[in-house]
């Protein structure tokens, strides 16, 4: 069935190398839409709602974790992953799931999770019993006088130490939370049932899943010994540095198996890792020829609205990737971050900017990612009450820092209802009043509606065959504006508040806020962008 699928980037030949600059929607599937009024978004859900994907101009859709859990970590905390936690559904939707996405058009990536299971994994259980399984995972003893200080001074991500003690006086690491032991990578068993999993999914019925998104694929192997870190400073200082079990060269080989395995199925199913690297040219490492097709581009998502930044980060990316020969991807916003619109000053101000970084993103070369609701202009809900909150992070940070539950508020589908249209019910997460003002129905067919820009900039890209997977170069422009070219086509954004004045670079063909053109020149508003036709 794959095999059918017409990417934007078809080319003659048989590899249509469509990940190349595929636009993917994320689906946080908890908060999409929930079919059965349990207030939990699910997979037929999804399926329902897929004709609206397909129609918004995506080309593949990636799934956030479904498979039987605890709900730990939002479903990062995997107790089997071959089964659909009944929460989210039955396997019997997810075939159903991908046949209906493949009919349309649509590709399909799932989380696979490998780097830790949940503690109520068959494995941990065995291992908490003495078992054999303890050897695959990291179990240590303690230091101090009775063993009672963790075996090193590591922290995990969601804060505190990144080890437990259980009731045998031994410790065992999770860099997240006490529920998602590590795995250790050093064994061959971890190995082989990670393969296997990965063939169970390939192999589903509607035509098997097109490609996995690896969550914490940097993460898989730790330096030999588990060594110390050294200075509390260093220790907090995930993403900046090479930390012994962040981006360790090991983790390499891992990636080379999985990309083999990969090729050994027809349609081109892909590896995306979810990577955090000190640096372009670590993640570049990532998807060199032989390893993962993609990698998330933090970097772009992390940079401030500020025209320096952004040139020096696509720049960064583009040499990065192309010392490999692997497409860039960019990204906005996802179910780890605050919103864009939040991110970039929210309000009016806000919106606007994440408007133009929105359509800055889709005339880059290379693949985007968009998250859901991303589209309607939905901003972070910085609100939620305390005792409404489910993010791990929250409560082992003292509420400082980890506030990820206000990214994924169910989104609103409809004007009315107790839950915006999410579902029959109210959703597991409250939603702001006026939430139905961003919903589909009523941006649907407003042409100055958030949607339809990003209807009309994907339908656009489509069209306008040398995006996507191009070259690009920058032109002339004046402080605080960039401006780049790419077949065809030309790209001004405004990061300024002010409107800036310009030489009129061709037709204009979509903008968030209208450029006022006379003769030969142009005024782009301030904090806009504008494609334009040359
Ligand atoms: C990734 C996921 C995040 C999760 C973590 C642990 O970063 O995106 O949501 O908490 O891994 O699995």
């Known amino acids: 069935m794959t095999q059918q699928l017409t990417g934007a980037a078809t080319a003659s030949g048989t590899r249509t190398r469509w990940w190349r600059d595929a636009v993917i929607y994320q689906v946080y ?28 101009g995506a080309d593949a859709v990636w799934l956030t974790p479904f498979y039987a859990s605890p709900q730990a970590d939002g479903g990062y905390d995997v107790a089997d992953y071959r089964v659909v936690d009944p929460l989210f559904g ?10 209906a996405a493949h009919a349309l058009g649509l590709r399909v990536i799932v989380d696979v ?15 908490l019993a003495g078992g054999p399984a303890r050897e695959r995972y990291h179990f240590r003893p303690g230091t101090g006088a009775d063993g009672g200080l963790p ?16 009731p045998d006086g031994s410790w065992y690491l999770h860099l997240f939370a006490p529920e998602q032991p590590d795995l250790n990578w050093e064994n061959q ?13 390939l192999e589903l019925g509607g035509g098997g899943v097109d490609g996995f998104r690896i969550d914490v694929a940097h993460g898989m192997v730790k330096a030999a010994g588990l060594p110390d870190i050294g200075t509390p400073e260093q220790v907090r200082m995930i993403g900046s540095q090479t930390l012994p079990f962040f ?27 979810e990577a955090w690297a000190p640096s372009a040219e670590r993640l570049a490492l990532y998807v060199r020829p032989d390893e993962l097709h993609q990698a998330f581009n933090f970097q772009f998502l992390r940079c401030p609205w500020d025209a320096p930044a952004m040139r020096t980060v696509v720049d960064e990316s583009l040499a990065a990737t192309a010392s490999v020969g692997a497409p860039t991807t960019w990204v906005l916003s996802n179910h780890d971050v605050v919103r864009h619109v939040t991110r970039y000053g929210g309000g009016t101000t806000g919106l606007r900017r994440a408007r133009a970084a929105a359509l800055l993103m889709l005339a880059l070369p290379g693949s985007a990612y968009l998250y859901q609701g991303e589209e309607l202009g939905l901003p972070e809900v910085t609100d939620l009450p305390d005792e409404l909150r489910e993010d791990p992070s929250f409560f082992r940070s003292s509420g400082q820092e980890g506030l990820r539950d206000g990214c994924r508020v169910p989104i609103p589908w409809a004007e009315d209802g107790p839950s915006y249209g999410f579902g029959p019910g109210a959703g597991w997460l409250p939603q702001p009043d006026g939430w139905g003002e961003c919903s589909v129905r009523a941006q649907t067919g407003n042409p100055g509606s958030t949607l339809e820009l990003y209807r009309e900039a994907l339908a656009l890209r489509r069209r306008l065959a040398g995006l996507g997977d191009g070259p690009m ?34 037709r204009p063909l979509l903008s968030t806020s209208a450029p006022d053109i006379s003769g030969e020149s142009v005024r782009i508003p301030g904090d806009s962008c504008t494609w334009w036709a040359i």
Do not use: K, M
């Open 90 to 99: 039955t396997l019997a939707d997810a075939e159903s799931l991908l046949g």
């Open 29 to 56: 599937v908890r908060s999409f839409a929930d079919s059965d009024g349990d207030g939990i978004g699910d997979l037929r859900g999804i399926e329902e709602r897929l004709p609206y994907l397909a129609e918004l």
């Open 473 to 506: 170069h920058w032109l002339d422009a004046p402080a605080g504006v960039l401006a780049f070219a790419r077949p065809g086509f030309v790209c001004t954004v405004n990061t300024l508040s002010a409107a800036v004045e310009l030489p009129a670079p061709g």
């Open 189 to 201: 068993e971890v190995r082989a049932e990670f393969d296997a999993i990965l063939r169970f999914w």
């Open 151 to 166: 075996p090193n001074d590591w922290q995990s991500v969601f804060g505190g130490p990144a080890w437990t003690r259980v």
């Open 113 to 127: 999770v490998p780097n830790h299971t949940s503690d109520r994994h068959v494995w941990f259980r065995d291992a």
């Open 247 to 273: 981006d360790q060269d090991g983790v390499h080989e891992i990636h080379r198996g999985w990309r083999e395995l990969l090729d050994s199925y027809a349609g081109e199913r892909i590896g995306v890792a």
